[in-house]
């Protein structure tokens, strides 16, 4: 999952690449807005419970003993967005973080990774507009616990429809609202996100947000021996710098 993890940063920072460069020095004349955050911070607090073969027992709880440290082996993470003309737009977003957790009995490593591709057609009206949302997300989701041969690694594509509501408070303050659903059986059974943010524009090109997210995913797959469930919540606030022309 670590070299599909590199790919895949690599890729994203390739296409970035190549939009700032064909693009930056057009974007007025082309119609297109960007908005590029390059390493925000979502304080993530992960919640999970996750079970392996039919009737097997769940990674958490209780087999993880008390109590639990956990802590940060390292996270990325990165969003780019552009809008055409005020009117089409697309998104691609990517989270990764490596968590592991021990005491004195056992320890627990949690790879995550999530990457995200959008469209939206924006409505717009006065100070506010509103996003229609059509998209995809990829999970990938890797746990392994020591001493014992408990291990997964799991991923799948969740299709999505969403809204996002955008109102430009003044010139230098604006917030946004988003809210998804996903899954619908095709990955996951169910996932669900909100979002809501709230922005500084202290200067022309750079701006400051600060808001909460929150994603829960009911994921489940093979019968009987072969079954595999995990029910995933992952929360917390979030923090960036933006950069727009």
């Not at 998104?91 to 995200?116: C, R, V």
């Not at 799948?156 to 955008?166: Q, T």
Request: hydrophobic fraction near 40%; charged fraction near 20%.
């Amino acid at each position: 999952m670590r070299l599909l993890i590199f790919r895949q940063v690599i890729w994203l920072k390739v296409l970035l690449l190549l939009a700032l460069g064909s693009n930056a020095a057009f974007a007025a004349d082309a119609g297109w807005d960007w908005r590029l955050t390059p390493l925000y911070y979502w304080s993530l607090n992960i919640e999970f419970n996750e079970s392996a073969g039919e009737g097997g027992p769940p990674t958490e709880p209780p087999i993880l003993p008390d109590p639990f440290r956990f802590s940060f082996e390292g996270a990325f993470s990165t969003n780019f967005q552009g809008v055409y003309d005020d009117r089409w737009g697309f998104m691609a977003d990517i989270i990764w973080a490596n968590i592991a957790s021990s005491n004195s009995k056992a320890s627990l490593d949690l790879e995550y990774l999530q990457t995200e591709l959008d469209g939206f057609y924006r409505s717009s009206f006065d100070r506010h507009s509103v996003d229609w949302i059509v998209g995809a997300r990829y999970y990938g989701v890797e746990t392994k616990l020591e001493p014992t041969p408990l291990t997964s690694d799991e991923s799948w594509v969740d299709p999505l429809v969403g809204v996002r509501w955008n109102w430009a408070i003044s010139e230098t303050w604006s917030t946004t609202l988003r809210g998804d659903v996903g899954g619908f059986g095709i990955g996951s059974d169910l996932s669900l996100q909100g979002i809501a943010t709230v922005d500084w524009h202290p200067w022309q090109h750079v701006s400051l947000t600060g808001g909460l997210r929150a994603l829960s995913v009911e994921y489940e797959t093979g019968k009987g021996i072969d079954n595999y469930t995990l029910d995933l919540t992952v929360w917390g606030p979030l923090l960036g710098v933006s950069f727009r022309w």
